[in-house]
């Protein structure tokens, strides 16, 4: 499935929008991908830097940093995602947007072993050739180039899905528009398994050093400092929701079922 993208978003003022635009049309065209893409502005004028440029693959795509960013949990998290999906996944699961290091990969042996598939959508189709070439041949993965705030798959598509470190990025509205899709297209009985940034507890230090920082350089996030994720869903979603708090609650899993 290869649809046809046209997200309607402001874009901001000052910013480059025809020339990014322009880069990711021409990535997707190198997709393979006849689709007319267009990059929300948040990820132009906040995460360019992270996302966008393809120095910043080149930067960012390394696990050791992306720990570090994490303060040493990345591997805690993306255990605490993927044990949280299972052992061995069968039928379809959905990945909402790609991640840097080596969680889908993580993801595709599971669903290898289960005999299942899934499919990556992100909006940046330079973010899903970084992934392919870090898949191994015969994953049993489809990458999709789409916006998680208007998925094209059909309602009940999928199993299950996993939304990594991808809400603390995106304005409320789009946020709340991505969580109402993923809780689409999963089936009644699926589970949704989020993880991201939560407030931290009283006493942990880093919620005086890191608010800041996010502040500054992720100015969406501290939106799951003031509210719970569950303020964002739709309504039919929000009778079986669990959450589990890690690193002193500077993050946190939510899970969701169907
Ligand atoms: C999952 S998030 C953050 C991941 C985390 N910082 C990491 O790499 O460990 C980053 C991805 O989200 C994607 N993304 C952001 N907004 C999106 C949207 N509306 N639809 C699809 N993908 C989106 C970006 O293109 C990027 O590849």
Not at 6 to 35: C, F, H, K, N, T
Not at 40 to 61: D, G, K, N, Q, T
Not at 102 to 131: K, M, S, W, Y
Not at 191 to 210: C, E, M
């Amino acid at each position: 499935m290869q649809p046809d993208l046209m997200i309607a978003d402001e874009p901001p003022m000052g910013v480059a929008y025809p020339s990014a635009r322009g880069l990711a049309s021409a990535q997707a065209l190198r997709l393979g991908a006849p689709i007319e893409l267009t990059v929300p502005a948040y990820l132009i004028s906040h995460y360019w830097w992270a996302y966008v440029h393809p120095r910043a693959v080149r930067v960012f795509e390394r696990q050791w940093l992306v720990n570090l960013i994490l303060w040493g949990n990345y591997p805690r998290l993306s255990d605490a995602a993927l044990d949280e999906l299972g052992e061995e996944l069968s039928g379809a699961t959905l990945q909402v947007a790609c991640v840097y290091g080596d969680l889908t990969e993580r993801l595709c042996a599971r669903a290898a072993a289960g005999r299942g598939r899934i499919d990556i959508v992100d909006v940046l189709p330079i973010q899903l050739e970084n992934l392919r070439s870090k898949l191994p041949h015969g994953a049993p993965a489809r990458l999709l180039p789409m916006n998680s705030a208007d998925l094209a798959m059909p309602a009940g598509s999928y199993d299950r899905a996993l939304v990594f470190f991808l809400l603390h990025e995106q304005p409320r509205h789009v946020r709340e528009r991505t969580l109402a899709e993923v809780a689409r297209v999963v089936r009644p009985g699926g589970k949704i398994v989020v993880v991201d940034y939560a407030r931290p507890r009283w006493w942990n230090p880093l919620r005086y050093l890191w608010g800041p920082v996010l502040a500054l350089l992720e100015p969406f996030a501290l939106d799951l400092w003031r509210q719970e994720i569950a303020a964002w869903l739709p309504g039919s979603c929000t009778r079986r929701v669990h959450k589990r708090s890690f690193f002193g609650g500077l993050y946190q899993k939510v899970v969701l079922t169907r």
